[in-house]
């Protein structure tokens, strides 16, 4: 018995010793921890690098967009750019500036132009021989697309005080500084606007590329003149033009200059002067256009996105 006992404890020994042993020592207080693991098998989510989806593929068929005929927009564009009558058959024609943004806005391929004042972040302006639209480059005359903005009307509307009066108000400091930074002054120093106190209707119409600034000027003007009402219809040019003449409209809005026939029956009057920018899907790489590139587009000479790069 006293030999089992012995034979017992000298085995619980032997085990606590090799436990002791076998087990890891306490890290002493000033020891430096382990370095991390700089080769994780994969990333923390934040830094997962995100697709970027497929790239612009320059083979691409070239989603021409345009005006309708009689839109002054149009028109300057055409005739500056050299497209005269040989628009490309097969660009999708549209109706206003908005159509125009929302198509072109929405679609990776397409091109379009548009107002520089009705640029939006949907869209992306591409420069021209390198030289970006701006109230500065237009201004300068080295952005290359431009056109004035008129209003027209007849020798009897233009005798009319109140046609006469909104006339003045906006050649004026307080209607030119509508323009703000969308469109650019025709001249500097313009005068001060007194209210003249007038009552009355004005029936506007005309260039939808024209109907923003037409807008703000309404409002600046009504601010003056509590006793005015202005009524404004956008729906081209082309019915600015034939409205002003026919007297369904008091005053005509047009982005092109009125030709000759047009100048027997109305006086012109530019209020500012406005940028036609070539506009892009904002997925689109491509930054600038050489005027003659962007003539070879738009009559079709040009078909792919691989063409101008």
Known sequence: MKKTFVLLTAAVLTLSL?????SPSPAPANSTPPAPNNNPTSAPASETPVDPGPAFDTSRVIGVHTREDGSGTRDAFVSITGVGDDMYGEAVVLGSTNEILSQVGASEYAVGYISVGSLNDTVKALSIDGVTPSNATVKDGSYAIQRPFLVCVTDEKQADPLVEDFIL????DQGQAQLGSSWTMI???APEYTAAGLTGA???GGSTSVEPLMQ???EAYLALNDGVTIDISSTGSGDGINGATSGEYDIGMSSREL???ELETLTPISIALDGVAVIVNTANP???LSIEQVKEIFTGEITRWS???
């Open 18 to 22: 090799f436990t002791a042993c076998s």
């Open 169 to 172: 108000f906006m050649l004026s």
């Open 187 to 189: 001249d500097d120093g």
């Open 202 to 204: 004005l029936r506007i």
């Open 216 to 218: 703000r000027m309404r």
């Open 259 to 261: 030709r000759e026939a």
């Open 286 to 288: 491509l930054s600038n």
């Open 307 to 309: 063409g101008v790069n």
